[in-house]
């Protein structure tokens, strides 16, 4: 097993407990449905293991609290909140955008229905600022008012880029700023909850939340490439989503503003286009032309790069920015 295959292992086998416990706190019907999204049961509530997440944001909170000296399995709070809020995420993303699979399984929605859906992601958006909240050391106040900006600022992101899908054109600037608020507030406050509990200083924290906007951003790339070029049999999702709602994704708005016959049929395409196989098929075409997954996958990297910056010359544990710099590199290589 690679450094970060074993950083998100070591992840799951500290977190996952305690994030059960948190859960077992709903009431039956959303437990199950929580323990189901989470890949702990089936729809039947029978016990069963399947793909969970990556936990990336946990791996990221505890990695945090390592590079400021702190004792991961002290900040273990922070880890399962931010896990519970990118969940809560999900579950609503899911019945916004009516996709119906999502780690290689039926979507919380399409079993359930939306209101159940609505309410399970509600909960687990509670249950994280509970935990942190009971979290009783002197840093837990500061940790908490960070994760409730982070999440509003998630909601912000969603709600532009929602608007920009009945835009005609959106800036790429424009695009990843909303890309930064959507993904990047959530990945920047995993990196820094862990060191925020263990109240660790300012100087140590603004690096690591500066690591956590880059790589954020670059992980929206990768995930916006996925969403395109991906395989649904690795990625676990439903295929071309993001293309079928005509979304605003990274690439697309990047190959829109290079001024060629191609950009001039997306532009066309995203207007009046249907989205038919074979009409998808054209649109991905124009994209391959253009170079656009070449070009996201090389701005992810600079982004990495930035990231990897932003932690050298700190007065961070060497040993945990290594971790962060792996992570951030797994990040830009993943293939779901
Ligand atoms: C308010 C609201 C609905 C906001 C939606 C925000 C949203 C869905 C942003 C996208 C973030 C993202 C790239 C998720 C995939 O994470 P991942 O690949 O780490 O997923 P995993 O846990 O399955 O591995």
Redesign the pocket.
């Known amino acids: 097993m690679n450094g970060p295959d074993r950083a998100l292992d070591e992840t799951r086998s500290l977190v996952v407990p305690a994030l059960r416990k948190a859960v077992d706190r709903l009431d039956p019907q959303l437990r199950k449905v929580v323990a189901y999204h989470l890949g702990w049961v089936d729809e039947h509530g029978d016990p069963t293991v399947e793909?969970?997440?990556?936990?990336?944001?946990p791996t990221l909170a505890l990695a945090g609290a390592r590079a400021v000296g702190a004792d991961p399995s002290a900040v273990v709070a922070g880890a399962v909140a931010v896990?519970l809020v990118?969940?809560?995420?999900?579950?609503?993303?899911d019945?916004?955008d009516r996709d119906v699979t999502?780690?290689h399984r039926p979507t919380v929605w399409s079993i359930w229905g939306e209101p159940t859906a609505i309410l399970a992601?509600d909960a687990m958006a509670s249950l994280a600022r509970e935990v942190v909240l009971e979290d009783t050391g002197t840093g837990a106040p500061r940790a908490a008012l960070m994760l409730e900006r982070a999440?509003r600022t998630?909601?912000h992101?969603?709600?532009q880029?929602m608007e920009f899908e009945e835009r005609g054109t959106v800036p790429l600037a424009e695009c990843e700023a909303m890309s930064t608020r959507?993904?990047s507030s959530?990945l920047a406050a995993s990196t820094v909850i862990g060191a925020l509990l263990a109240d660790a200083d300012r100087d140590l924290v603004r690096p690591l939340w500066s690591y956590g906007i880059h790589v954020g951003l670059a992980?929206?790339l990768i995930?916006d490439v996925l969403g395109i070029w991906g395989d649904p049999k690795v990625t676990?999702k439903s295929n071309h989503s993001d293309l079928r709602a005509k979304k605003k994704s990274l690439p697309m708005t990047w190959a829109l503003e290079q001024g060629s016959a191609d950009a001039d049929r997306l532009r066309a395409w995203l207007t009046t286009g249907g989205t038919t196989e074979s009409e998808i098929a054209s649109a991905v075409d124009a994209l391959d032309r253009l170079r656009a997954k070449d070009w996201a996958e090389h701005r992810a990297a600079d982004l990495v790069d930035a990231a990897k910056n932003d932690l050298d010359g700190t007065a961070l544990v060497r040993d945990a920015v290594d971790e962060l710099c792996e992570l951030a590199d797994f990040i830009c290589a993943?293939k779901?």
Do not use: P, Y
């Open positions: 793909d969970g997440g990556k936990a990336v944001r896990e990118h969940n809560f995420s999900l579950v609503h993303d019945i916004m999502r780690r992601g999440t998630l909601i992101g969603q709600v880029d959507k993904t959530l992980f929206q995930d676990g993943r779901a």
